[in-house]
């Protein structure tokens, strides 16, 4: 069941709904939107996107790209702990606050279950209620997010990339994937479907300087092709120690930082 803010049932013809379509990082994100990061394991996905939520809870820019100011939600299908972690991180280091509107969540669903709409429909209204209205949501990954379903199946796909089809068109925020490319292939993972579903498609890969975020696909847009280079480095993590209460070296925890040239 889809359904909105106001408890109607979402027909299809919502992903058809007619937006423009605001940047939410200029060159990059936009809104009403959906937007597929995908590149290999530790191509630095979800580090790139968590500095991306970081910047737009908090207004500030992305290099020379502008960032708009608004609360992000993060769902972490694969676990929370890591990301977690990067958050503690950067509080420590002063640069995000712990009244950032900054959300992580491990939900309690996949989006293959018939109420899946419906939870998210929720954490939406419970954040909006908060005063700083939500410009993202995240779902990483998509082969945990999905649930049961076969990416490489068309047939199967059609109703999850439907349902995030369905929520970008109808509220002003941004539904951003992360996914994974083919080993040994380029582009993202699975059905033919996915990539003809979303908007926008980030890749992101190492490079000798080095790492790098791609816009290789990017509708009614002069961005496609445009190259963001970044790197990632450490963020000393703090913390207490359980026992006796002392500040100690948590660990060393990674970000994103651009690389202007």
Request: glycine share 8%; hydrophobic share 35%; proline share 6%.
């Amino acid at each position: 069941t889809r359904i909105d803010d106001v408890g109607r049932i979402l027909s299809p013809a919502d992903a058809l709904l007619d937006h423009p379509s605001p940047p939410l990082i200029d060159d990059i994100i936009k809104l009403y939107e959906v937007t597929f990061i995908y590149g290999d394991p530790k191509a630095g996905k979800t580090t790139f996107w968590i500095e991306m939520e970081r910047r737009i809870s908090r207004g500030e820019d992305f290099g020379k790209h502008l960032v708009e100011k608004g609360a992000v939600l993060h769902y972490t299908f694969e676990g929370s702990k890591p990301a977690k972690k990067k958050q503690r991180a950067m509080i420590k280091a002063g640069l995000l606050a712990k009244d950032d509107p900054f959300y992580l969540k491990t939900p309690e669903f996949t989006l293959d279950q018939t109420d899946a709409a419906e939870k998210i429909l929720e954490d939406i209204r419970e954040i909006n209620r908060r005063g700083i209205p939500l410009r993202a949501i995240c779902f990483d990954t998509l082969a945990a997010a999905a649930g049961q379903v076969d990416e490489n199946s068309v047939k199967d796909m059609q109703p999850t990339l439907k349902l995030l089809s369905s929520l970008a068109a109808r509220y002003p925020l941004a539904i951003v994937v992360v996914h994974h490319s083919p080993k040994g292939g380029k582009g993202p993972r699975g059905s033919s479907a996915i990539r003809g579903m979303y908007d926008t498609g980030l890749e992101v890969s190492k490079v000798k300087r080095g790492h790098e975020m791609k816009v290789v696909d990017q509708r009614d847009s002069d961005s496609e092709g445009m190259k963001c280079p970044f790197s990632i480095v450490g963020v000393e993590g703090m913390h207490k120690h359980p026992k006796t209460g002392k500040l100690e070296m948590a660990g060393i925890y990674t970000r994103a930082a651009p690389n202007d040239r």
